[in-house]
């Protein structure tokens, strides 16, 4: 059965309980990474994920809380003795961000001592578009509305047919509800409790777009430093009558 483990919960400016927010979807014999913080593979080996099973990331934009733990989990795998193609998959401007950082690290010298080959996939800026079909999951993008370009993304596991979506960092947006209509879980981002924020959600918007894309569970994450977990789940509750989650690292949903 698929999961989605939350290897961290928290927003840009994160606490001691959080970590910025990233994600894994975990098959029987693949995994997923969503975005990456912190130490990915640190966190992928208390999460229970084998190195082994990882062949494809998605990078849902480059503000640094999403991408920063890149250049380490790929010193990390080869360090691990990866050998095989990672695929990495972003838009155009989170690639060309991806490709910068590399650069600053000089990861062409890598590559005269047998660093494994990497693949960049952009993924398209048009409605809801598919990234990447894989044995167990199907999985496809669209555009939020961000201080970015910033892509939210929909998992159906080819195994259930069930789906969840992750809403990356967004204010309120149709594009976000589409994506997510009548998924099983929506993981959406509550980056204050209840006060607007140019670029993101509150706790109650959040449900707003949970209750109006027919989701069966909302899941808050992305949360900010110190967060009253009840005081969010109320908020949420008040406009999404669903359950709804206050996230927590670690925490899996399976579907
Ligand atoms: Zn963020
Ligand atoms: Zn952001």
Avoid at 117 to 124: K, L
Avoid at 140 to 164: D, E
Avoid at 181 to 198: I, K, P, Q, Y
Wanted: proline content about 3%; some cysteine; hydrophobic content about 45%.
């Amino acid at each position: 059965m698929a999961q989605l483990i939350l290897l961290g919960t928290g927003a840009a400016l994160s606490d001691v309980t959080r970590e910025h927010t990233y994600l894994v979807a975990q098959g029987e014999r693949e995994s997923i990474l969503v975005d990456c913080g912190g130490s990915p593979v640190q966190r992928l080996a208390h999460a229970g994920v084998p190195l082994g099973t990882l062949d494809h990331v998605i990078l849902t934009h480059h503000h640094p809380d999403h991408i920063y733990g890149l250049p380490i989990l790929l010193l990390d795998l080869w360090l691990a003795g990866r050998k095989k193609t990672l695929h990495i998959y972003g838009l155009a401007e989170t690639i060309r961000a991806v490709r910068a950082i590399m650069r600053a690290f000089e990861w062409a010298r890598w590559l005269e001592h047998g660093f494994f080959p990497v693949e960049f996939h952009t993924v398209a800026k048009k409605g809801i578009n598919l990234v990447i079909v894989t044995n167990e999951f199907s999985i496809s993008a669209t555009m939020t509305k961000h201080l970015l370009p910033t892509i939210a993304l929909r998992f159906v596991s080819r195994v259930s047919g069930k789906s969840v979506v992750y809403s990356s960092d967004t204010e309120v947006c149709e594009s976000v509800v589409e994506i997510a209509r009548d998924a099983t879980m929506l993981f959406h981002e509550a980056t204050t409790l209840d006060s607007a924020v140019t670029g993101h959600s509150s706790a109650r918007q959040a449900g707003d777009q949970a209750r109006r894309a027919g989701v069966k569970k909302l899941v808050l994450l992305h949360l900010p430093p110190n967060s009253d977990a009840k005081k969010f789940h109320a908020v949420a509750s008040k406009a999404f009558e669903s359950a709804v989650v206050v996230a927590k690292d670690f925490a899996r949903f399976k579907f």
